[in-house]
């Protein structure tokens, strides 16, 4: 079984910067992909990022690109997720997921996700 836990949410100021976490179980972290989506109140969970196992390739939503950068430590079994320059839409409950698909940017492929965290930025 698979478990990851993400951390390293919280509030902030718009223009500020989070650095999410996300530790995972297992002895198979490092032949996944890993993604980060998030969910605002009333809207539809979105991609964000993800990042390939071997890192070589690394996708962004448009909305986040040139802010937001996705790490992973495959020694730690952790993904990062390092948000700088926030704004108020960014806010919403973030979650980590792994894939073995190459099709990064496509929630149903994911099959473990965390439980999230909330990422609040005010104006």
């Known amino acids: 079984q698979v478990q990851l836990v993400e951390s390293g949410g919280g509030l902030v100021q718009a223009g500020g910067s989070l650095r999410l976490s996300c530790a995972a179980s297992?002895?198979?972290?490092?032949?996944?992909?890993m993604g980060w989506f998030r969910q605002a109140p009333g809207k539809e969970r979105e991609f964000v990022a993800a990042i390939s196992w071997n890192i070589v390739i690394t996708y962004y939503a448009d909305s986040v690109k040139g802010r937001f950068t996705i790490s992973r430590d495959n020694a730690k079994s952790t993904v990062y997720l390092q948000m700088n320059s926030l704004k108020p839409e960014d806010t919403a409950v973030y979650y980590c997921?792994?894939?073995?698909?190459?099709?990064?940017?496509?929630?149903?492929?994911?099959?473990?996700w965390g439980q999230g965290t909330q990422v609040t930025v005010s104006s």
């Open positions: 297992g002895r198979t972290f490092s032949s996944y992909a």
């Open positions: 997921a792994r894939t073995g698909s190459t099709l990064l940017r496509v929630g149903k492929v994911y099959d473990y």
